[in-house]
């Protein structure tokens, strides 16, 4: 039994109980929707109680979030990092608190991963080779310049980092490809419209679309059909993520590929909470599992698309 009160709810009940305190960074995206309900609906599967705060995109909000989960002494602490930059000290603060911390989705750059017990999710840069093979094969034996126009997402976040390197790396395969233009669109839907519109008055001769999220993807395609191309067709589009209306894009001729990358992490996040928290060691790196898609694969895919 347990002698002392009920002194705070990040306290493990008579039960046993793990209070898991996440911090998420938003909801820019569908996957970010989905990841976030995976991580619910793992949680009360496992019996997981969830302390779960959403940053609206800001830094400061998750750090915030973070201090207020130490001060609660939650069980574990897990977060989807904004960006990859500045975490040392907080992440300090949870170490010596004794709280261990899970990375989900998304990297930070300490140099010290003491800091954390593992880091769950996918290889961004891996994602951005992939699309940019995809490119090499389509324009194979090809000898016409090809101006390419990227989205890249969040501004210092992990996936806009290696995905903008992997599709790069990729891509110097073939002198012929030229990235004309690159700018952020912070992953977002209505960011992806408004940049391609800018990209389409300055560049006249846009062949392809490279978008670092399907949301950026589909709101460049909304820009695309207002200036009378047709997408698909006139500009060839590749996009990262594979959630439902970035698929029904590419079944639909409107997209020409898509790297999946998964955001189904809650399961394996619930796993690993409950491992750390009974001290058992885990993988520091846990990669998620992914595939890629063209118009035809997504046809068939399309209808067991659950997210
Ligand atoms: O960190 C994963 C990325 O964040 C997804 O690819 C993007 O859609 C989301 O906003």
Not at 7 to 30: M, P, R
Not at 66 to 84: E, G, N, Y
Not at 258 to 275: F, H, N, R, W, Y
Request: aromatic share 6%; net charge negative.
């Amino acid at each position: 039994g347990c002698g002392g009160s009920d002194s705070g709810s990040g306290d493990k009940g008579d039960d046993g109980t793990i209070t898991l305190g996440f911090s998420q960074v938003g909801a820019e995206s569908g996957w970010r929707t989905a990841n976030t309900k995976s991580i619910q609906e793992s949680a009360a599967a496992a019996g997981i109680k969830l302390q779960f705060s959403d940053a609206q995109g800001k830094q400061e909000n998750q750090i915030t979030a973070l201090r207020s989960f130490i001060t609660q002494k939650v069980d574990v602490i897990a977060f989807s990092p904004v960006v990859t930059s500045g975490w040392d000290a907080v992440l300090k603060e949870a170490k010596d608190a004794g709280i261990p911390v899970i990375l989900t989705d998304r990297a930070v750059d300490s140099q010290d991963d003491s800091l954390y017990e593992s880091f769950l999710g996918s290889d961004f840069k891996v994602e951005g080779q992939k699309a940019g093979e995809w490119l090499l094969k389509e324009y194979e034996g090809k000898s016409e310049p090809v101006n390419i126009v990227e989205l890249q997402g969040t501004t210092g976040s992990a996936p806009a980092i290696d995905r903008q390197t992997g599709f790069g790396d990729a891509i110097k395969a073939n002198p012929n490809f030229k990235i004309v233009k690159t700018q952020t669109g912070d992953f977002k839907r209505a960011d992806g419209k408004t940049v391609m519109e800018t990209f389409l008055q300055s560049t006249p001769d846009i062949d392809v679309l490279y978008a670092h999220n399907d949301d950026m993807g589909l709101g460049a395609i909304e820009a695309i059909e207002a200036a009378g191309k047709k997408p698909g067709t006139d500009i060839k589009i590749i996009t990262v993520d594979a959630v439902k209306d970035g698929m029904t894009a590419l079944a639909d001729g409107k997209i020409n590929f898509i790297v999946e990358c998964s955001p189904l992490l809650g399961p394996q996040l619930m796993d690993i909470a409950k491992k750390v928290n009974a001290g058992e060691k885990v993988e520091k790196r846990i990669l998620t599992e992914e595939t890629t898609f063209t118009q035809e694969q997504a046809k068939t895919e399309l209808p067991n698309r659950k997210y």
